[in-house]
């Protein structure tokens, strides 16, 4: 009979040890692998924080915003973590909204120069060539805003399309392809690292807010499990506070994912934890921008109604 009775015991504590029904699926693009606007997507995930609002969060690593959106298009993604600028797909007829401005400002943008470069400010800049990732993409628009904030005039500096990775960058270092570099600034800390390169400064310092970190929603997810979308956006938000709160364990986390090393996560760390928004909400600087940049891009034919990109409906109210 004590044994019969230990056996209920044990069986009801397993009934209330084991939830209700499995977590629910949803499949996240990254548009890059180290961006940190984008890593709260693997702290989420490894501190098991979506998995307190009921998410199984798959990742998938898409190498760029472009592919990750033609990824949410074909229905193999529900929910897309990238940049503001590609919100002009949206324009454009790709099937989702921006249902989150993460990070509004970028800090973790930035100009790296050579290691022995004489370049000691921004003003030194003028008339160099400047290396972009590729021509009419995010970096290079941040090109041209320099020229612009500085008063250089169209012609004021020369972008060179060089390619985001950290051999390409070190490669146009070397070779003097390019007198500096517009690119993330966990490469240029980690460039600082192997002494090739280091950060002039953060494109934050003469861009105000783009909206540089967002996150996007199929129209698909929006209409067929609009629940999701706001599960998941709690989830992100409260991955956001555990990460202003515990410094060491988020650097660990995200050193494992960037493979860069505990020391240049570390500076990242610093440099861009105050970038990120306690709310999600579009405020008006970063749409007035990225309405502008889609003009100076020519990515769309005329200027869209920026209202009709986004919506704040899927915001935790808190």
Partial sequence: MTRFLRGLALAAC?????????????????????????????????????????????ISELGGGGKMHQAMAAGSLD?????????????????????????PSAPFIGIGVPAESKVDNVADLKGKRIGVSSIGGLTYWLSLELARTEGWGEHGITPVAIGNGSASVIAAFRTHAVDAMITGTSLIFNM??????????????????????????????????????????AGWLDTIAYMRQHRAETIKIEAA?????????????????????????????????????????????????????????????R
Avoid: W
């Avoid at 977590?23 to 890593?39: D, N, P, Q, R, W």
């Avoid at 861009?207 to 199929?218: C, D, L, Q, V």
């Avoid at 306690?278 to 891009?297: I, V």
């Fill in 79 to 103: 929910i897309g973590v990238g940049a503001g600028p590609e919100m002009a797909l949206i324009a454009k007829g790709s099937p989702e909204l921006a249902v989150c401005n993460m990070a």
């Fill in 257 to 317: 994912v960037t493979k860069f090393s505990p020391a240049v996560q570390a500076k990242e760390y610093d440099l861009t934890i105050g970038m990120f928004s306690s709310d999600c909400k579009f405020d008006a600087e970063s749409l007035r921008n990225l309405k502008r940049s889609f003009g100076d891009l020519k990515l769309v034919d005329t200027p869209p109604d920026m209202a009709k990109l986004y919506t704040e409906k899927f915001i935790p109210h």
């Fill in 192 to 233: 600082e690292e192997q002494k090739v390169g280091r950060l002039l400064i953060p494109v934050s310092k003469y861009e105000g807010n783009i909206g540089a970190g967002m996150i996007f929603a199929t129209d698909k997810l929006i209409k067929d499990n609009p629940d999701a979308i706001r599960r998941f956006l």
């Fill in 14 to 58: 397993v009934a209330v040890a084991t939830p209700a029904g499995a977590a629910e699926v949803l499949h996240v693009g990254k548009a890059a692998s180290t961006s940190s606007a984008i890593l709260p997507t693997d702290v989420g995930v490894r501190t098991g924080i979506f998995a307190k609002h009921g998410l199984d969060v798959s």
